[in-house]
């Protein structure tokens, strides 16, 4: 036995050192890793173990060790409250509706502005168009509500003006998503038509005048050259996109929401805040974020399966 | 003939609808500069149509800062954790992309399985929330530095820029003797400056924008960041005692005051971000290129 121990290590032993030898090669690129690694392993895998509160009735004073498993009560729980189903409806149609005018915006953006031919000008709209990215949901929601109020808000006066009635927007069931859509599109555009932008800049300047000998007129070949040039990058960004539906933007719905429009505005993540951290029913709300975590996980997993099959079979 | 003035006919609508969209997305911003530098009293008197402050008033902003102002403090913290906040994720970001970037690393697709499987799926709020709670990290200074000190996002954007510089550069390095330490400082940073601008803009954004975190993990006025106390004054008609002592003179009206909250904590970022414009249009590039 112990002969024969000997013997297969003396034949793997070579090809272990030269392993490890390896290994030790790149010990120093293992030491630069471990600030993340440790990092990700405390941030990231950690609150994996917190799931297992949706699961239970959690204690919060005496934590996991006093908690009774409940199995899916907290779930049932959910699946019958209006309030959760609600939210549900209202992230799968926010994001849907901000997929439509947060997508297509930046991509007509790019375009149009890659037809402007003074620099400056372009120059300056650019910068002009990133600004709202670089301030929180705090400051442009609150600008935004500022403008928009029934008392101050320049907007109503605008409204008064040309005859119209004052009304508070923000707190209209039926105004409140198209705020949503509309502002979001306007504070992210700039910087989403970055990477189209970048694109753009990498395409083939012949094709261009070949298209010009042909007489193509500026316009066709914005739609004939350009776009279907950055079509692979649309199509990986969409992509992206679908992946993220289970986020309908909880920065910009918890700055502009209040209770009159919850019906049409309250989504998973502002549910979640609300139940857990405001309620304290940490079980209830985590049973949210796992069926917010699966859904999203199953998404991700899906586009990730399509976007290999675009670039490998090459649809275009 | 008829082309070319059809060309001109698309140009010029095409300037106009973006000047039209570029004045839709920046007026409401010099509007709230506006008002909150033009005196209350003229402000009413156009109805709040104040596109140019016609007379020049700082009362919004004396109010606001004035000795014992709870925003000092405010700043105070927001400038900690972004300065802290900054310098940790970039250290976190750059070590991990380095070390990811070397293809011949023992393990790596292990190891890169252990980094991407988190942007795949995530505890979510509470759980992390709880993470946190047991951790002891509530409610204290350095909690909104640690919690957001990585992006994988921002990583796998700096990797597809370090994947991108010729191995023959490091090789010829290494021959000369040089450590990989050595390597990573005197060759690849430098090279990599429009990626490292990048990402120092994006964390920077991030931890001095940040309000959410700072409503889930801390608790009392102290130590909250400057966006937290903006959103008390924005959502408060009337102003929160305990946000600013309001004793000796009457506190000027709330719009006013509310307009010079938004530019006080808004502008170090609107002032910051053109001076990085040209990197950052570089750095998208490498990260769109390479998908």
């Known amino acids: 036995m112990g ?137 442009y929601g609150g600008i935004i509500s500022l403008l928009l109020s029934p008392e101050t808000g320049v907007i109503n006066s605008i409204i008064e003006f040309f005859g119209g009635k004052p009304a508070y927007l923000l707190a209209e069931p039926a105004y409140f998503r198209t705020i949503l859509v509309i502002t979001d599109a306007l504070k992210e555009m700039g910087w989403a038509a ?119 079979s090459g649809i275009f | 003939m008829k082309t070319s003035k059809r060309e001109a006919g698309f140009a010029v609508s095409n300037y106009i609808i973006l000047t039209i969209l570029t004045l839709v997305i920046v007026l409401p911003f010099w509007y709230v500069l506006s008002v909150s530098v033009t005196p209350y009293q003229i402000y009413s008197e156009k109805n709040g149509l104040v596109l140019f402050p016609t007379s020049f008033s700082l009362q919004y902003f004396d109010y606001l800062l004035k000795e014992g102002s709870m925003i000092y ?15 940790l994720a970039l250290l976190l970001t750059v070590t991990a992309a380095y070390s990811l970037a070397e293809k011949k690393l023992p393990g790596r697709r292990v190891i890169m399985l252990y980094f991407v499987f988190t942007m795949l799926f ?84 991030i931890y001095w924008n940040d309000f959410f975190n700072a409503l889930l993990y801390t608790s009392d006025w102290s130590k909250a960041p400057v966006q937290l106390v903006l959103r008390t004054i924005i959502a408060s008609s009337s102003l929160p005692p305990e946000l600013l002592e309001t004793a000796g003179s009457a506190p000027p009206p709330t719009i006013g005051i509310q307009m010079a909250a938004i530019v006080i904590v808004a502008l170090p970022m609107m002032i910051i971000y053109p001076f990085v414009q040209r990197f950052f249009e570089q750095g998208m590039l490498i990260g769109s290129v390479k998908g």
């Open chain 2, 73 to 87: 403090n405010a700043y105070g913290n927001t400038i900690r954790n972004t300065v802290g906040g900054v310098a």
């Open chain 1, 194 to 312: 970055i990477i189209y932008i970048a694109a753009i800049a990498g395409l083939n300047p012949e094709v261009y005048e070949a298209a010009t000998m042909d007489g193509a007129t500026r316009f066709k070949k914005m739609l004939h050259v350009t776009l279907p040039g950055i079509t692979s990058t649309i199509i990986v960004i969409f992509i992206l996109r679908v992946g993220t539906v289970m986020s309908a933007g909880l920065d910009q719905v918890i700055n502009l929401y209040n209770p009159m429009v919850f019906e049409v505005g309250d989504i998973l993540d502002t549910y979640i805040y609300r139940i857990g951290i405001e309620q304290f029913n940490l079980s209830l709300a985590a049973a949210a974020d796992v069926i917010k975590g699966l859904i999203g996980f199953v998404l991700v997993l899906l586009t990730n399966h399509v976007a290999a099959k675009v670039n490998d």
């Open chain 2, 122 to 205: 995530k505890g979510g709020m509470i759980p992390t929330y709880i993470t946190i709670k047991q951790l002891g990290l509530l409610n204290t200074n350095y909690v909104l530095i640690l919690v957001m000190a990585y992006s994988a996002f921002n990583m796998i954007l700096m990797k597809s820029f370090f994947e991108g510089i010729p191995e023959s550069l490091k090789e010829s390095a290494s021959i000369d003797g040089a450590s990989e330490f050595r390597i990573l400082w005197r060759i690849v940073l430098p090279l990599s400056m429009p990626v490292i601008a990048t990402v120092s803009l994006l964390y920077l954004v």
């Open chain 1, 3 to 139: 002969m024969e121990t000997a013997r297969i290590a003396e034949r793997v032993e070579p090809q272990f050192r030269w392993k490890l030898r390896r290994i030790w090669k790149y010990k120093l690129l293992y030491i630069l890793l471990l600030p993340a690694f440790a990092w990700v392993f405390v941030f990231d895998y950690l609150p994996l173990k917190g799931i297992s509160i949706a699961f239970m009735d959690y204690n919060v004073i005496q934590g996991f060790s006093a908690s009774d498993w409940v199995g899916f009560k907290y779930f049932r729980m959910l699946f019958e409250s209006e309030m959760f189903r609600n939210a549900f409806m209202n992230t799968l149609l926010i994001s849907l509706y901000k997929m439509l005018s947060g997508f297509l915006s930046p991509i007509v953006l790019a375009l149009a502005l890659n037809e402007i031919r003074t620099v400056w000008f372009k120059k300056t709209l650019q910068t002009a168009v990133y600004l709202p990215r670089f301030v929180s949901w705090v400051v």
